[in-house]
């Protein structure tokens, strides 16, 4: 055997290895990616794990007009003449979410994130006396971030005032008459006891330069459930620390058919401690970080009816003890799956707000003249 055919020989035996080696890194489909179908579609196994993951999200698009105080009605100021003009409020919404979730001998261990992005213009309440309303990126934020294990969650969570009892409806603007504060980090315990009951404890931080509690001492939600096939029944309760306030409200579900369903929620609550200087009652709401409605009532009460599996219409109307009242309807398309279509009627009554009570249509807040104001929206998403 000569050199040249030793090389050759050598050449060959190494693209031969090399060819074997790129074939073995290839992974296999079936075995790389595995479908964990335990906790429903759209879960698999993180590979090399026992954790099953679930990534989706959605895409949504707005398109708003009406009176301010019913939509955040927008306004801009005219280029040419420097007057303010009425336009449309948009926005682009991108959300992703993720879930995980693994089996333990403490039980479920589970995780939930969720990151919003917007773009899109909305007025700066902030300056009411020169209202912009710039398109632009917009409130990138951490909608939820918790860990559960079993029935105990910690993390960043909506508050349990609001999600243990439900939203009011399946409109777009629930929030006409507000029904409470969101953005909180929580400890909360969660116990199911069969037989159709469900409670819930959570100790809560609050949100903001108000509802962030100001010493060691937490806001504290206690609620109660009775869950049966014609409905539910449920109760919230909720102490604000920074006030010594209590709020609470109770809730009715009701399946009259397959094809309607009907709520009504009622909720009341102090103002707690007020300080001497009535302008400085509670904070910016005059309400403190649960109670967010006008006076010490408030009720949210509304149907769905599902003329079939692709169209819907929801109704809510609210209304509280300052004579605040909303209507809101609108009728919901699944156009194919996973996209739907909704189209909003809006109608919002401002009654009397005093001091310091939000009122996004009056600009100095104080014993403002009663105000209709309707709108519309329309939006796009594509969930995944």
């Known amino acids: 055997m000569n050199f040249t055919s030793l090389l050759l020989g050598s050449a060959a035996i190494l693209i031969a290895v090399s060819d074997a080696r790129a074939v073995d890194a ?15 579609a759209g879960f698999f196994y993180i590979p090399g794990t026992e954790t099953c993951l679930r990534i989706g999200g959605y895409v949504r ?20 003449g420097g007057s303010t003009n009425a336009t449309w409020k948009k926005n ?19 995780t939930y994130t969720e990151t919003r992005m917007n773009f899109g213009n909305r007025n700066d ?3 009411p006396g020169s209202p912009q309303n710039y398109a632009s990126d917009r409130d990138l934020g951490l909608t939820f971030a918790w860990v559960q294990l079993g029935d105990l969650r910690i993390g960043k969570d909506w508050s349990a005032f609001d999600m243990f009892i439900g939203y009011p409806g399946n409109v777009l603007n629930q929030m006409l008459v507000p029904y409470g504060d969101f953005e909180t980090n929580v400890i909360q315990y969660y116990f199911d006891a069969g037989d159709g009951f469900s409670a819930v404890v959570s100790l809560e931080e609050g949100e903001g330069v108000i509802g962030t509690i100001d010493s060691y001492v937490p806001h504290v939600v206690g609620g109660l459930k ?65 109670k967010t409605w006008g006076g010490k009532w408030a009720f949210w009460t509304g149907a769905t009816y599902k003329f079939n599996e692709t169209t819907s219409f929801n109704l809510q109307v609210s209304g509280d003890q300052l004579k605040n009242y909303g209507v809101a309807m609108n009728v ?8 739907t279509v909704t189209v909003e009627v809006d109608y919002d009554h401002c009654g ?11 600009v100095n807040w104080t014993n403002a003249d009663k105000n209709n104001s309707v709108g519309g929206i329309v939006r796009f998403q594509r969930s995944f």
């Open 352 to 362: 009397y707000f005093g001091v310091g009570m939000v009122s996004p249509s009056k």
């Open 332 to 339: 919901a398309y699944t156009l194919i799956p996973d996209f």
């Open 61 to 80: 698009y707005d398109i708003a007009l009406g009176d301010v105080g019913s939509l955040d009605g927008a306004k801009a100021t005219d280029h040419e």
């Open 125 to 127: 309440y902030s300056d």
């Open 226 to 290: 009775y869950t049966q096939q014609w409905g539910a029944i449920t109760g919230v309760a909720a102490y604000d620390s920074n006030y010594g306030s209590v709020a609470g409200k109770v809730r009715v579900d009701v399946n009259v058919a397959n094809e309607l369903s009907l709520f009504g929620m009622f909720g009341y609550g102090s103002n707690g401690k007020l300080k001497d200087d009535s302008t400085n009652a509670i904070d910016a709401h005059g309400r403190g970080f649960y």
């Open 26 to 40: 290839e992974p296999d489909a079936g075995e790389y990616v595995k479908i964990c179908d335990v906790y429903g």
């Open 92 to 110: 682009a919404r991108f959300t992703v979410k993720t879930w995980t979730n693994r089996e333990t001998e403490f039980g479920t261990l589970k």
